[in-house]
């Protein structure tokens, strides 16, 4: 069980996302990170779309009532376990009454909280995801407040085992963390309605850098700074969009879709994120600049490619470092 003793800015119960249902109008949402994600649940042997908690910005006070395991991933928001600074990206070993607490974020916005056995919340439509706009998902569709009490799952045994071997001992190990940072080159493919973009446009949207706007939040990220223009005014026909989609309304200023994205939109895409470079825009804050750097298609498939070949990786070596505890 966690108790919430402070709620933080927002704190949502977020899995891989709510897939199937796009054609029904509902949204995917999940984890703005999704790598970050994944490499929590790995850490403390949970399954990769097990749900964790997504902390943003400003962090809660989570009580813990069992003995486990946690693993924080994303974003370094200064987290504490009874007033002792831990590290991200590595198993910690909690006891039953300890408390973890957030400070000032160092770098990204978003941590990721998972807990051995994995967090229990009932499935609404195939996922745990918290949807806030349609209250549907996570822990009675909301974001977490005081006094909440969120059920786990139970530790399996073999974890329950290694506990008592590993809480005498700080690990000495994690895994290595995305490159962060509060200015980042962002790689995008060329979108579907690029060439119907001015020349001037197409240009700028390379080499000039664009601003995170106050008026962001999970479903895009609104840019300032440079304006991008078509050649021609007109009216396109809705389509499907995706993470990482770059729309242009009629003012200009793009939008970055993210996890709580709308299922389809009718503005032109300029430009499409590569998924390896999704979680380096979700940890953005307003006021954070980026550039955008193209690359083909071929190489967005092989960078991906890359990553998954990388995870396949971890997983192995964290199960033998698991094995070590046993």
């Known amino acids: 069980m966690l108790k919430i003793l402070k709620s933080g800015l927002q704190t949502t119960v977020q899995d891989l996302g709510r897939y199937g249902f796009q054609k029904y109008g509902v949204i995917v949402s999940g984890a703005m990170d999704p790598y970050a994600h994944r490499l929590a649940n790995l850490l403390v042997r949970n399954a990769e779309n097990a749900a964790t908690l997504e902390i943003a910005l400003v962090g809660p006070a989570v009580q813990f009532d069992n003995d486990g395991f946690i693993a924080l991933c994303g974003g370094n928001l200064s987290p504490k376990i009874d007033g002792k600074q831990v590290d991200l990206w590595r198993p910690i070993a909690v006891k039953k009454g300890s408390t973890l607490t957030f400070g000032a974020p160092k770098t990204g916005c978003r941590c990721y909280l998972a807990v051995s056995g994995g967090i229990s919340v009932p499935e609404v439509m195939n996922s745990r995801s918290t949807y806030l706009r349609a209250e549907i998902g996570g822990f ?187």
């Open 140 to 326: 009675h569709g909301r974001a977490l407040k005081m006094g909440d009490l969120v059920e786990v799952n139970p530790l399996p045994p073999e974890q329950l085992a290694a506990f008592y071997k590993a809480i005498s001992k700080e690990t000495d190990w994690q895994v290595l963390a995305p490159r962060y940072s509060a200015e980042p080159v962002i790689r995008i493919i060329r979108g579907r309605q690029y060439d119907l973009f001015d020349e001037q446009s197409k240009r700028r949207v390379f080499t000039e850098p664009f601003s995170v706007s106050a008026n962001s939040d999970r479903m895009g990220y609104r840019l300032e700074g440079t304006l991008l223009s078509l050649k021609e005014p007109g009216e396109l026909i809705s389509e499907a969009v995706a993470f990482g989609s770059i729309q242009v309304p009629a003012d200009g200023n793009p939008i970055v879709l993210l996890a709580d994205r709308q299922t389809t939109g009718g503005y032109p895409k300029i430009g499409q994120v590569a998924s390896v470079d999704l979680p380096l825009v979700s940890q953005l804050k307003p006021g954070n600049r980026l550039r955008f750097q193209e690359i083909s298609l071929e190489e967005a498939q092989q960078l991906w490619m890359e990553q998954e070949q990388k995870i396949r990786q971890l997983k192995i070596s964290i199960q033998l470092k698991w094995e070590e505890w046993k």
